[in-house]
Every structure is written in structure tokens, then in C-alpha cells.
């Protein structure tokens, strides 16, 4: 039988909706200005960075650019949420809450390949920030909606 505390998604809280629009904005202020002023603003381009904007600035027509975009503000946050914020976190669970928390952020920062201290340090904001939406919220729902109104601002910015 299923409990209430096993479920992961529940009808919409219009307050949980509010945290993650703040986590949201927060999130934007410490990428966009917090962390470029600690670093002097000379970040450059990871991996992961370069080679979207290849995929996005190339000519390899508007189909596979819609399609990649598509897999950028949907099907990769859903994905990754999935998985370390969902699996990796359930599964830390018997390793303790501090394990449970950084070991799934410090993985979603190495697989988007940071080359510099200031892109790990953006990923793992992101991370951290992601996972503080999981663990205060107790859903993954609201972590999988961070992501996704993340990744969409930062595509159209």
C-alpha cells in the first residue's frame, strides 16, 4: 500500500510555486553578479557551454536547433532531476542527510564538465540550489519546475 509520504508529486502548492520562483531569482542574482564578482568576471567557456553554443549558433537547420532546444528546457532537467535528485538522493538515504544532500550535487557538477574553479562553483550553486528546492519542499516536482524555468530563462537570455 502506498503512504502519503511515498509519493512524489502532489497537487500544486501555490506557496511551494512561490519559494521556487524566489530560489529562482536568487539563483540568477548569485550566477549572474555574485559569482563573476568574485572571480573579476573572467569566467570562460566550459565544455558543456561551447558546445551548446555550436549546436545553437550552427547551421544545422531549424529542426535539429528546435529538437536540441526542446532536450535543454524539458527533457534534460526532467532527467537529471530523475536521477539526482530522485534516485542518487533516495539512495544516499542511509549514508546520512549530508551525503544524501552533496554527493548527487557534486556528481550534477562534474557531469556538466567544469574546467575552471568559478564553472564548478556555478554548477554547484545550481546543484545545491536545485537540491535545496528537493529537500525543503519534500518533492521532486518543484525541483524538476526550478529546472526547467532555469534552463528556459538562460536559453532566452
Do not use: C
Not at 11 to 40: E, H
Not at 46 to 71: A, C, H, R, T, Y
Not at 83 to 89: K, V
Amino acid at each position: 500500500m502506498i503512504k502519503r509520504s511515498d509519493i512524489i508529486f502532489e497537487r500544486v502548492n501555490i506557496q511551494k510555486l512561490i519559494f521556487v520562483m524566489m530560489m529562482i531569482i536568487s539563483t540568477l542574482l548569485i550566477m549572474n553578479y555574485g559569482i563573476p564578482a568574485i572571480f573579476s568576471n573572467n569566467q570562460s567557456s566550459g565544455i558543456n557551454e561551447k558546445n551548446i553554443d555550436i549546436l545553437l549558433n550552427g547551421s544545422i537547420g531549424w529542426l535539429p536547433v528546435l529538437l536540441f532546444k526542446f532536450s535543454l528546457v524539458v527533457l534534460g532537467p526532467v532527467i537529471e532531476e530523475i536521477y539526482f535528485r530522485g534516485i542518487m538522493f533516495e539512495e544516499a538515504q542511509t549514508l546520512g542527510k549530508f551525503v544524501q544532500i552533496v554527493w548527487p550535487t557534486v556528481i550534477f557538477s562534474a557531469i556538466h564538465f567544469p574546467l575552471t574553479l568559478e564553472q564548478w562553483v556555478t554548477y554547484s550553486v545550481a546543484g545545491g540550489m536545485l537540491m535545496l528546492v528537493r529537500v525543503l519542499t519534500k518533492r521532486l516536482q518543484y525541483s524538476i519546475i526550478f529546472h526547467i524555468l532555469h534552463n528556459f530563462i538562460v536559453l532566452v537570455s
